[in-house]
T-cell receptor, first 115, second 112 residues
């Protein structure tokens, strides 16, 4: 399977703990994205990378959130000192980065439940 | 303020019926994508439209992008239970084609 891969798929953590999610994009896609989706809502943009450079961060991404893409391939999203409001599905996506018709492909998501 | 409004929010129909769902905005989009999402899974891309007035067909699904690139519709012919899911539209604007703005989706249930 050559789609976007995310792990873990599910994570239950206690409030205050740190969690890290990993994303492996479609090979040769130079753009990688993180989105967050809560129940009853569409996904919301968090951040995006062009190769290893993080080019934009949403205001939704507080100081407790950090994302990296060290070698321009896989990416990690870390949430420090988790809060109950962080409970959501975290979606990774990738795209080839064309100027026209930049189709974005999503992974299966990582569900976070903070208790 | 929701940039992309989807309607209806919920739709429950019988197998074999036809349906149309809508995605509307006051903003112009450079491209628009439709996704289908099942519970607990990520969105799966159905189609990308980039040209005003464009119509794309995917088996029983017909997608249309408005002439002004502000709205779109998805029409399903002879719906089947396997079509059940959340249909999301997402638009990219101008120079920010790397960032999608999603609607809240239309939750479709097709009853056998």
């Amino acid at each position: 399977d050559t789609g976007v891969s995310q792990n873990p798929r599910h994570k239950i953590t206690k409030r205050g703990q740190n969690v890290t999610f990993r994303c492996d994009p479609i090979s040769e896609h130079n753009r990688l994205y993180w989105y967050r989706q809560t129940l009853g809502q569409g996904p919301e943009f968090l951040t995006y990378f062009q190769n290893e450079a993080q080019l934009e961060k949403s205001r939704l991404l507080s100081d407790r959130f950090s994302a990296e893409r060290p070698k321009g391939s896989f990416s990690t999203l870390e949430i420090q000192r988790t809060e109950q409001g962080d409970s959501a599905m975290y979606l990774c996506a990738s795209s080839p980065g064309r100027i026209s018709g930049n189709t974005i492909y999503f992974g299966e998501g990582s569900w976070l439940t903070v208790v | 303020t929701q940039l992309l409004e989807q309607s209806p929010q919920f739709l429950s129909i019988q197998e074999g019926e036809n349906l149309t769902v809508y995605c509307n905005s006051s903003s112009v989009f450079s491209s628009l994508q439709w996704y289908r999402q099942e519970p607990g899974e990520g969105p799966v891309l159905l189609v990308t439209v980039v040209t005003g007035g464009e119509v794309k067909k995917l088996k029983r699904l017909t997608f249309q992008f408005g002439d002004a690139r502000k709205d779109s519709s998805l029409h399903i012919t002879a719906a089947q239970p396997g079509d059940t899911g959340l249909y999301l539209c997402a638009g990219a604007r101008g120079g920010s084609n790397y960032k999608l703005t999603f609607g809240k989706g239309t939750l479709l249930t097709v009853n056998p």
